[in-house]
């Protein structure tokens, strides 16, 4: 009769170690489907307890890793990893006639595009409206940070010029685009080199030495950092491609190689509760993480 009992509970113990896998499988199931058919409860939910859905606290980055020089083709390259979310970026230069009210200037022109291939939320066709819009923000922060002087671009006043095409593309997008590509670009323009070229008054020709490569004339390694607001009252650190269409508004805090801050940008309606101190609050934590983590970020690249 022992025997009996020993060998049943054996049996039960064994069924319910079996039917254990299948148990956790229909739960994620159950949480995936929740999350998909509920996403602003399902944040909520994890906010409440004080932790978010990939078990970052509100103030925790993503690890992030740079590799330079990866495109053979390009003149200056880069490829960024944060997180999941993965930016790669090359350098071309072409040489142009400067502007008529600028002829001492050079051009530098970012584009980020934004792939069906890197998400399902992007759909093939034409650059979205937010490529288009972190295009923008992108060249607004190049330009006014002074990364690349346009001066400094100039081969020969009001004849010829270099134009450096900035193209960066996301491979993999897990939100937070913005601080990857951002990244991305100016290690691209750090790697890259240009020929020495001279201009030929006579011939009216520009002609360029592949044996003397220069690097260019980088004044200034701006790094972002963006903020999520959620619900007026959350501020979360590097917000992912699930917690971004769900935040009242987006805030990028951008610094400089020296922690100073170059500029803050808001992308969103969002009306903030506080706004000096949300303000504020992200500012320091920006330089906090640049202190902390990101200081030398460009150093080996």
């Given amino acids: 009769m022992a025997a009996t009992a020993a060998t049943a509970a054996t049996a039960a113990a064994s069924a319910s170690t079996s039917a254990s ?3 956790a499988e229909q739960d994620a199931l159950k949480a995936l489907t929740f999350q998909r058919l509920h996403p602003k409860t399902y944040l ?6 004080d932790v978010r859905p990939d078990g970052r606290d509100f103030d925790e980055w993503r690890d992030i890793s740079l590799i330079v020089g990866s495109i053979s083709t390009a003149d200056g390259s880069a490829l960024v990893r944060l997180g999941s979310t993965t930016v790669v970026c090359g350098v071309k230069a072409e040489i142009a006639e400067p502007e008529l009210d600028r002829p001492n200037e050079g051009f530098l022109v970012p584009n980020l595009d934004l792939p069906a291939i890197c ?9 979205t409206d937010e490529a288009q819009v972190l295009s923008d923000r992108l060249n607004e922060v190049l330009v006014s940070s002074g990364v690349v002087p346009t001066t400094s ?4 006043p009001g004849k010829v010029a270099w134009v450096l095409y900035v193209d960066a593309t996301c491979i993999n997008y897990d939100g937070n685009a913005f601080d990857a590509t951002l990244l991305a670009m100016v290690a691209a323009l750090k790697n890259a080199r240009l020929p020495k070229a001279t201009y030929n008054e006579e011939t009216r020709r520009t002609v360029c030495s592949r044996k003397e490569m220069r690097p260019l004339s980088i004044d200034r390694f701006p790094t972002s950092f963006s903020f999520g607001i959620f619900d007026g009252t959350h501020t979360l650190a590097d ?12 805030i990028s805090v951008v610094v400089d190689e020296k922690g100073g801050l170059v500029s803050v940008m808001q992308l969103g309606m969002g009306v903030l509760g506080g706004a000096d101190d949300v303000l504020n609050k992200c500012i320091e934590a920006a330089k906090e993480c640049w202190r902390t983590s990101r200081k030398d970020v460009y150093v080996t690249s």
Avoid at 44 to 49: G, I, Q, T, V
């Fill in 21 to 23: 896998p299948d148990t």
């Fill in 119 to 127: 998400s399902p939320k992007f759909k093939p066709g034409p650059p």
């Fill in 239 to 250: 917000p992912t491609s699930f917690e971004e269409p769900l935040l009242d508004t987006t």
């Fill in 44 to 49: 909520e939910r994890f906010l409440a307890e």
């Fill in 153 to 156: 671009l100039c081969i020969e």
